[in-house]
């Protein structure tokens, strides 16, 4: 686990470095504030595109070499935004990254439940889960000081922070799967699901496969959806320290409740928990939605609890599905891995462009409503395929004793 945090801590931070530094960079380059977020843009589409090849990936040439390869195409390349003019070479340096990008997302979770005891693989993710948030918090608003300051040449020189992690990935290559704990609580699907019956079974009973995960990735889809258009829209239409409070709340809750429910679910199990997770993100937007309809410091505070409740749903969500999706998946969880991670990409980017425009058209309230709305939708189908794991763990119970 060592290893794996490491891994996420300097891949994530040569990603978030160049995250909000790279449009402005681009503007100074003579772009035009209209394709200012193209780079960003295409190398979150390359992203998505690769990530649905990369279990393909792991199983024809195995997880070191493809890591190493995903290491040096996140890094390698980031020095080359420093040549030529114009936005040409930086979309085909977004490009390679993305493709590193994708490699990274993917396989790091996946490994970190492949490392760890199946009674721990809430905390696993709940520590990868906070190994990524660090690099976002700092590194963020470092790479855009740094450019506005014409300093982007330190911002691309850190970009190769993924290139230091090679020598790591030596320790997570080939390493055999712990063994399950017998005496693993009957609620802790995400560690005994997988082991107590065969993955056929499971597949057939919580949410028949392909159809279970979709519906458990559906509600990470619309949880990072009005996620990615909160951060996006809500310092244009509330801009002050209020909006950036808001977004550090947001930021700093989501990282630790993450993490800290990953350490419940090990205990607890994943079903009851998920349910809460989606309430704290419809409480979270509607007190965000009567924030902005408010004036003065009613408002503002309204902005930042509201902000604060929706970053502890957030991520409670973003660790549980993923435990879901692990368990429901049996020998395929490099798809799920994959499924996973394209979603939250895809929602991300998809609510940037939905919430905005929405707002731009009525209002932040209405845009925040529409989120709202798409949650409670995804909830009913996500919340029935917990429960039937659930139900398939406790039934094994018996089995497994005898």
């Known amino acids: 686990m060592r290893s794996i945090v490491i891994l996420a801590a300097l891949g994530f931070l040569s990603f978030f470095v160049t995250l909000s530094s790279l449009p402005v960079y681009a503007v100074g380059r003579g772009a035009s504030e209209a394709l200012a977020g193209l780079a960003t843009s295409v190398m979150l589409v390359s992203t998505v595109v690769c990530q649905l090849t990369v279990p393909m990936l792991l199983r024809r040439f195995g997880t070191g070499p493809v890591m190493c390869v995903g290491l040096i195409a996140l890094g390698a390349p980031t020095p080359a935004l420093l040549l030529g003019t114009g936005i040409t070479p930086l979309l085909a340096v977004s490009v390679v990254r993305g493709l590193g990008f994708a490699i990274l997302t993917v396989t790091l979770p ?218 429901i998946a049996g020998e395929q969880r490099a798809r799920a891995s994959a499924v996973w991670n394209a979603s939250f990409d895809l929602g991300t980017a998809i609510g940037a462009l939905l919430v905005g425009s929405v707002a731009a058209w009525a209002s932040l309230p209405l845009a925040v409503l529409v989120c709202i709305a798409l949650i409670a939708a995804s909830a009913v189908p996500g919340l029935r395929v917990a429960r039937l794991a659930a139900q398939d763990e406790t039934r094994a119970r018996p089995e497994r004793a005898s």
């Open 110 to 327: 996946l490994v970190a439940t492949e490392v760890s005891p199946r009674e721990r693989h809430g905390a696993a993710i709940g520590l990868y889960g906070l190994a990524i948030a660090v690099p976002q918090l700092v590194m963020v608003p470092v790479g855009l000081a740094l450019t506005e300051a014409g300093g982007f040449e330190w911002v691309a020189w850190l970009g190769i922070a993924p290139l230091l992690a090679l020598p790591f990935v030596r320790q997570l290559a080939g390493r055999p799967r712990p063994p399950a704990v017998k005496d693993a609580s009957a609620e802790d699907i995400g560690d005994t699901v997988e082991t107590a019956v065969p993955s056929t079974t499971v597949q057939q009973q919580t949410g028949r496969g392909v159809p279970g995960l979709a519906s458990v990735t559906a509600v990470l889809l619309t949880s990072t959806l009005a996620g990615g258009g909160i951060l996006t829209i809500l310092p244009v239409q509330r801009p002050g320290a209020s909006a950036a409070w808001a977004l550090v709340a947001f930021g700093i809750t989501a990282a630790l409740v993450r993490w800290a429910v990953g350490l419940m679910a090990d205990r607890r199990g994943t079903r009851s928990l998920l349910g809460w997770g989606i309430v704290g993100n419809v409480i979270g937007l509607a007190v965000v939605a009567c924030g902005a309809t408010s004036a003065g410091l009613t408002g503002d505070v309204l902005v930042v609890l509201g902000a604060f409740i929706f970053g502890c749903g957030y991520g409670a969500v973003q660790n549980l599905t993923l435990l879901i999706g692990f368990a």
